[in-house]
């Protein structure tokens, strides 16, 4: 474990303590704590750049799409990551983005469908959505080799090159826990980094696995493979290691932050896969991402 690691993860471990104060002072109070440590911190995340990741919120979709958004809206989030459309189109889900005035900035489309037949389709929904970026949101476990990650690396340069071709971003990938395992004696995210066009290939960090999988400290991973990570998901750890409201658990996101700029990081999105109350998951988030300084 080298020294940046350490300071990333002693950080969260030493906060880990006093998880629970933390957590009863809510987001403001934390984001307080944060600021108020380093009075020169002056870098803060562009407005345009805090999103929320639509799985957060699917319960309330399924429910009301449009108004949703519209409270997404209110509370000041700029942009969404589209995942999961409960039965609209992405024409219809274009429309409701332009009413509530949010952007779509990418889709997570299905591994099988990106190295499928169904490419082409999924790419120009990419392009209906006014999106960037189609982003594979996990690999199938019998893939969760060095052979496996390599083949899927083999295909993620293929499906990359065609969504260049169609005019967008790089394809994506959003990695969970296992995908930072050491396997056979490689770990199977570095396979990934070291076998994938930079050009065609890029990715979509969820922090909170990056930390909880042990392998993979964002703050390295932003110098040592600059501009391969054009957005985030943003999700906190609470004391126990479950997944907290942004703001309310033990990761040092001033420090992760640091080094997002040579990461080439553009959108922050929030995420939480389980929240007891997404509208509140959602305000929460945005209030400690909004008046963070790193």
């Known amino acids: 474990m080298n020294g940046t690691r350490r300071a990333f993860l002693g950080k969260a471990l030493g906060v880990a303590a006093a998880g629970v104060a933390l957590t009863a002072a809510g987001p403001v109070a934390h984001a307080a704590e944060a600021n108020g440590t380093a009075a020169q911190r002056r870098r803060r995340i562009p407005r345009s750049g805090i999103g929320m990741h639509l799985y957060t919120m699917r319960s309330a979709l399924a429910a009301d799409f449009k108004g949703t958004l519209a409270r997404l809206e209110e509370i000041g989030y700029a942009t969404v990551g589209v995942s999961g459309r409960h039965g609209n189109s992405a024409a219809a889900i274009r429309s409701m983005l332009d009413e509530t005035h949010l952007r779509a900035v990418l889709e997570h489309v299905d591994y099988n469908t990106v190295r499928g037949s169904g490419l082409p389709q999924a790419l120009d929904d990419i392009r209906t959505l006014g999106a960037r970026w189609i982003v594979v949101p996990s690999l199938p476990a019998a893939m969760h080799t060095p052979t496996g990650f390599r083949e899927a690396a083999r295909e993620f340069n293929k499906a990359g090159l065609a969504a260049r071709e169609a005019g967008l971003g790089p394809l994506l990938f959003h990695n969970h ?25 890029g990715f979509e960090l969820d922090v909170y696995w990056a930390a909880k999988g042990g392998g993979s400290d964002p703050q390295d991973l932003f110098v040592e493979h600059r501009r391969r990570f054009p957005v985030l998901h943003v999700k906190d750890m609470a004391a126990d290691g479950s997944i907290a409201d942004v703001g309310s658990g033990v990761l040092d996101f001033a420090a992760m932050f640091d080094t997002a700029h040579s990461g080439g990081v553009k959108q922050w999105l929030v995420e939480h896969d389980a929240p007891a109350d997404p509208f509140a998951t959602a305000q929460n988030s945005y209030t400690y991402l909004a008046n963070l300084r790193y």
């Not at 395992?181 to 980094?193: A, K, T």
């Not at 076998?195 to 065609?200: A, S």
């Open 177 to 201: 826990g296992a995908d930072h395992q050491v396997v056979d004696g490689e770990n199977l995210y570095d396979i990934l980094l070291r076998e994938t066009d930079p050009h065609l290939v």
